[in-house]
């Protein structure tokens, strides 16, 4: 590995850990009650040092939202590029907003409640674009895959893909946090486990553009 890779790779690993104690703190106590100070006592980094990766605490957010990001458009690509069958590869794409739901919670709630529209992107940091690039590809991504749908006669005609990803989005990540919340309670309401409510859900939802339910 050469002196600049090097150097890189150690960076790469203190931003990290930089984020992990920050993504730990927001979670704890809060984002707006977090300062740098908080994370910077969690992490065992210096302020200056802090400051030498990232711009602020809001910088230091965006990169967790970015990070999610980049590994949920790649689940997403890896669910599809399988070529499995429809449902089967939705499925899979309902496990993985699961997942990032799960594993980033702060880039998962900044995500569902951004309006990109506020945006002048004149003044954004190159983080941010490449957050707004991310969904946009994601996005992109998902209509695409209902389209092949439509084409290949799995899904209805008159769908319209890139409403329907609007749609299925907000549907699914809707239904993860219902059970998130309250998914002991319909548990043992229905008994059914979390999962089948889970599958019982996502099934409701594709059949609303399936031509031959599930």
């Known amino acids: 590995m050469g002196r600049e890779n090097k150097k890189e790779a150690v960076a790469a690993l203190h931003r990290e850990q930089i984020m992990k104690a920050a993504e730990r703190l ?24 802090i ?33 499995e069958d429809f449902v089967v590869v939705y499925r899979e794409i309902c ?23 506020d945006f002048n992107l ?6 941010v674009k490449h957050i707004l690039l991310l969904g946009t590809e994601i996005n992109t991504i998902l209509a695409a895959f209902i ?5 290949n006669g799995i899904v209805r005609q008159e769908t319209v893909p890139m409403l329907t ?33 889970l599958d019982y859900g996502f099934k409701q939802l594709i059949n609303s553009i399936l031509e031959v339910r599930i």
């Open 26 to 49: 927001f979670s704890e106590k809060g984002y707006a009650q977090t300062t740098i100070e908080d994370i910077s006592k969690a992490s065992d980094y210096s302020r200056r040092t």
């Open 51 to 83: 400051y030498a990766y990232y711009e602020s605490k809001d910088d230091i957010l965006n990169h967790i939202i970015e990070k999610g990001l980049v590994e949920l458009k790649q689940d997403i690509k890896n669910a599809i590029d399988r070529n």
């Open 95 to 117: 496990m993985a907003i699961s997942k990032f739901q799960m594993e980033y919670p702060h880039s998962s709630e900044n995500v569902n409640s951004v309006n990109s529209a």
């Open 122 to 127: 004149d003044n954004l940091s190159d983080t």
């Open 147 to 151: 389209e092949a749908g439509k084409e």
């Open 165 to 197: 990803v609007y749609v299925l989005w907000s549907s699914i990540t809707a239904l993860l946090t219902l059970v998130r919340t309250k998914g002991k309670f319909i548990s043992n309401q229905f008994s059914l486990s979390e999962n089948e409510f």
